[in-house]
């Protein structure tokens, strides 16, 4: 297992350390730098010294105290401040994005910053494992072609953001909406192509991992994002890092059960979470209700668009109580869900995020209803439940995160000799 | 929070590691310890002097190939193998276990051996807080001065393992079937008597601790032990370590809910596991549906003794059908809080103790079944189900190795000067 074999693999953590903290934070004084990762002045001094000789760090000055520009005077004690900060171009990542019908192309910097992205609209659900793979290769390639940072040895990694379940130790996909074929291999080819570092994740621990890297979102603490729309999907973060789990793929919160015989899912089984909160669910039940235009659940049953589920919300907003009441049972279901990952694991934060967080105004009193009912007493000082809208989509970012996350830890393995 | 405050604190994590690995697996050559600590062998060369000086560790010939007693001659290339292992009267501690009625006091010395024990029977449902505090300084007095390894500055820790939910961070029990008070404080009163170091846990995590220092239980991954008895309590293990959660108290998975409206639970909510699975709740079917002898659940209908429900068992077994479906039913539910577990966090094995898991072999065809019912088939390859028999309850080895942890912490902080 990938996971267990990189845990044994000695490195050199507080190189890695001081990356991580400044991909964080941004340009910081090297004084901060020791205050937050724990090591000593002349430590700092020294390995920065390093990381600046290996052209993965740099020296720049300070904005100043409100930004004056005229060479630091008047800030305070009337000397710039220097600060470190990665070098952007030191190295690049692809990173790629699979969703229904859509593949995007991202190339990221080594602060972790999208420099530029391409999008192409496909079938994608017809496509085999030698068709997906194949027209991957060629919106790669193209795009390599198209950035020269990425030849000829530009590129470091590629991280790969997939919709649906992925197994991220193996490599493979095991069920995405974006494909009709299960269990897919898809980092190994690439690996064997691009003989670089593939790193693939479903997209909410993308999302979980980009939170984990973005100073206005990550506070520190252990949190879960739980991502609604077609399926419900969820990101753990414990101790700072996305938990994959010992098989690559937990945090697979919408097929935890809120009942036994419960209505049947995607998956095949009864009772998920996401057979009442889904994005499909909804629309099911919605079809039941009141009378569709048929080619809103005909034409593509199996994944509503974001026009047909919007239109089910405004009905349900403006009046429609037999509408609302779905939503209103979805938020209900989903804060018993929420009850049940408090209970086993009480992260600090519980982030609801995703295209389905479109209905969270009518969702969200009957997901306090819930956590009021489910919870122990006792126990009720819990996580805050945030609210993450949905106007930018961060599991782009977070697959270039994942592949930097790797290449520092790939740059700073120990020599093997030293093992022995 | 202590969780946070102690990750923030800088400490030598190889000295820790290498004291970790010899308590784990005993007596270990240099060789091996580099191998498994991924130090080079001059830093395992130079920190294990280091640990000799303070006396921490010795150095101790093999037991040889085969255990020949004539200084290794025979032995592998005819040269005793030097060995290192902890010095186990270099520290000790003091384990505590809270159960109903009963308190122990354990001596546990700095290879986390329990060298002895005492036993007090006494009421501890009528002992308030200030009650419960005189009894724990009455019983430590005493040991103390029974056992002079622990004068005057022989004991460096306190740990305890308390039935019910505790929270470590604040050290707090919210509540215990062993008292009939909620919220009661009990680390500071210690710390503030004792002045050392006082940490406090619930049973189960401490016997998950006890397993990670158990070489012939622990196979390195993540896993959950459930603990069946009165109530249904759960310990984590996630990367090596028990997880407590941000608040302390994570990891109540019998407070997970099967159904939403479902049996009254101990905890005041409905529907949790524990309401179907606990001693108790069985004990409550039971009385409905064969003639019980009054004393049996009236002289203590909170708490069922092990006759008690022995004897459930016994006539479930010998074709008391009724009886026997209501451990099925135990099962069952088990089997579905089971998979939710394995949907959020995939552990590599989930172990199966405590007293209750004395009717295993009549649950264990359900559980099996609601794993098949309720799993997605693509993550079907998940976790082993290992029954643990309870013949050795192992709370309070887990509670004095918490202690030890945190001591290995504590000697090992870098000094507050190289942080600056």
Same mark, same amino acid.
């Given at each position: 297992m *990938?996971?267990?074999?990189?845990a ?6 507080s %190189? $890695?350390a001081i ?7 941004g340009?910081a004084?090297r004084?901060?730098?020791?205050t937050?990762?724990g ?8 390995l920065?010294?390093d990381l ?5 760090? %740099?020296?720049?000055?300070s ?8 060479? @630091?005077h ?11 900060? =990665? ?8 990173g ?7 593949i ?8 972790g910053? !999208?420099?530029?992205?391409? /999008? ?9 494992? %030698?068709?997906? $793979?194949?027209k991957?290769c060629?919106?790669?390639d193209q ?5 020269p940072?990425?030849s000829p ?10 919709q649906?379940?992925?197994? *991220?130790?193996?490599?493979? !996909?095991?069920?995405s909406p974006?494909l009709?074929?299960r269990q897919i291999? &898809?980092?190994?080819?690439l /690996? ?7 790193q693939?994740? +479903?997209d ?5 991992t980009?939170?984990?890297?973005d100073?206005?979102?990550?506070? +520190? ?16 973060? =414990? ?8 098989f690559g793929a937990?945090a697979?919160?919408g ?13 095949g ?13 909804? =629309?099911?039940?919605?079809?039941a ?7 809103m659940? &005909?034409? +593509? ?6 026009? %047909? ?6 009905q349900?907003r403006?009046?429609?109580?037999d ?7 979805? @938020?209900?279901?989903?804060?018993y869900? $929420?009850? +049940? ?10 982030? $609801? ?11 969200e009193?009957?997901i306090? /209803?819930? =956590?009021h009912d ?13 609210h ?15 592949s930097l996350?790797?290449h ?9 000799? *030293?093992?022995?």
């Amino acid at each position: 297992m *990938s996971r267990r074999a990189a845990a044994d693999i000695p490195r050199q953590p507080s %190189q $890695i350390a001081i990356l991580r903290y400044l991909r964080i934070h941004g340009p910081a004084a090297r004084i901060d730098i020791g205050t937050q990762t724990g090591l000593s002045p002349a430590t700092v001094t020294s390995l920065t010294a390093d990381l600046m000789a290996q052209g993965l760090v %740099q020296e720049t000055s300070s904005a100043g105290n409100g930004g004056s520009g005229n060479g @630091g005077h008047g800030a305070t004690r009337g000397r710039p401040k220097v600060l470190l900060d =990665l070098v952007a171009s030191a190295a690049y990542v692809v990173g790629v994005k699979l969703t229904i019908n859509l593949i995007e192309i991202a190339l990221g910097n080594f602060k972790g910053e !999208i420099e530029r992205c391409t /999008r192409h609209r496909l079938n994608t659900r017809d496509l085999d494992e %030698q068709g997906l $793979i194949a027209k991957l290769c060629e919106f790669i390639d193209q795009f390599v072609a198209e950035n020269p940072e990425l030849s000829p040895q530009g590129m470091v990694g590629i991280g790969i953001a997939v919709q649906g379940v992925a197994d *991220s130790n193996s490599g493979e !996909i095991m069920w995405s909406p974006a494909l009709r074929l299960r269990q897919i291999a &898809i980092t190994k080819p690439l /690996r064997d192509r691009y003989g670089t570092n593939v790193q693939m994740s +479903n997209d909410a621990n993308c999302i979980a991992t980009a939170i984990t890297q973005d100073n206005s979102l990550y506070g +520190n603490g252990d949190f879960a994002v739980i991502m609604l729309g077609y399926g419900i999907g969820m990101g753990l973060v =414990l101790n700072g890092a996305v938990y994959n789990g010992p098989f690559g793929a937990a945090a697979e919160f919408g097929h935890t059960k809120y009942q036994t015989d419960g209505p049947l899912c995607n998956c095949g089984r009864r009772g998920c979470l996401e057979a009442y909160i889904g994005d499909y669910a909804i =629309l099911r039940d919605a079809s039941a209700l009141i009378d569709l235009p048929p080619e809103m659940y &005909i034409a +593509n049953p199996l994944h509503p668009g974001e026009d %047909q589920m919007m239109d089910l919300v405004r009905q349900a907003r403006d009046g429609n109580e037999d509408l609302a009441d779905l939503f209103r049972h979805a @938020g209900k279901v989903l804060g018993y869900g $929420i009850a +049940n990952l408090i209970a086993l694991l009480g992260p600090e934060r519980i982030l $609801i995020t995703g295209s389905g967080a479109r209905a969270y105004d009518l969702m969200e009193p009957e997901i306090q /209803r819930s =956590l009021h009912d489910a919870q122990v007493p006792e126990l009720r000082r819990g996580p805050k439940i945030i609210h993450l809208p949905w106007d930018k989509d961060i599991a782009l970012q977070g697959a270039i995160g994942q592949s930097l996350l790797r290449h520092d830890e790939n740059m700073f393995v120990l020599p093997s000799g *030293s093992t022995k």
